[in-house]
């Protein structure tokens, strides 16, 4: 089955960190680009973090610049998200998604999310 | 940034009438906008892609037209599972931006 499952999501503190895993299955993993996208609480989504195929570059939102990092490891086809210096206004659930072969940045596959909550 | 701007915020409708969402973009995108479906509690699902292709296994019902900064969404006739939310996205420039959504609810 083709899927993407997200995991490493919990309750941490302002300024602490986390670290998310995306385990990619049923599809060549190394062959597409990954993206991170948060949905906070009854709003709406917002795109943090792509990395293109190789880790040949990677993109941020503002917001997350310097505070999170995006990385893949392609021989365990799996996607990671290094959170760290969190705050209130992470709190979010965190999407993997895959980009379209037909499209880069165009997100055909999404996991089922894992929440981040930022309180103390 | 490209801002995404869509309207209106809550669609309310029948089953079996026709949905119209619009999308502007602050500036163009050409052709490089999808649109997307979210029920609650679920992932998003890629719907429509540069402007007007349907993704993989959607239904014909779901069309999309558009160019530039202004794009449309049409459902022809409104199935009990189209109630969701549905949001636009641009592809042209980084950051990848999405639009605040809209909420198509039974009226």
């Known amino acids: 089955e083709v899927q993407l499952v997200e995991s490493g999501g919990g309750l941490v503190e302002p300024g602490g960190s986390l670290r998310l895993s995306c385990a990619a299955s049923g599809f060549t993993f190394s062959s597409y680009s990954m993206n991170w996208v948060r949905q906070a609480p009854g709003k709406g989504l917002e795109w943090v973090s792509s990395i293109l195929i190789n880790s040949g570059y990677m993109k941020y939102a503002d917001s997350v610049q310097g505070r999170f990092t995006i990385s893949r490891d392609d021989a365990k086809n799996s996607l990671y998200f290094q959170l760290s210096s969190l705050r209130a206004e992470d709190t979010a659930v965190y999407y993997c998604?895959?980009?379209?072969?037909?499209?880069?940045?165009?997100?055909?596959?999404w996991g089922r999310g894992t929440l981040v909550t930022v309180s103390s | 940034e490209i801002v995404l701007t869509q309207s209106p915020a809550t669609l309310s409708l029948s089953p079996g009438e026709r949905a119209t969402l619009s999308c502007r973009a602050s500036q163009s995108v050409s052709s490089y906008f999808a649109w997307y479906q979210q029920k609650p509690g679920q992932a998003p699902r890629l719907l429509i892609y540069d402007a007007s292709n349907r993704a993989t296994g959607i239904p014909a019902r779901f069309s999309g037209s558009g160019s530039g900064t202004d794009f449309t969404l049409t459902i022809s006739s409104l199935e009990p599972e189209d109630f969701a939310v549905y949001y636009c996205q641009q592809r042209a420039n980084w950051p990848l931006t999405f639009g605040g959504g809209t909420k198509v609810e039974i009226k």
């Open positions: 998604a895959r980009s379209a072969n037909f499209g880069y940045w165009y997100l055909d596959l």
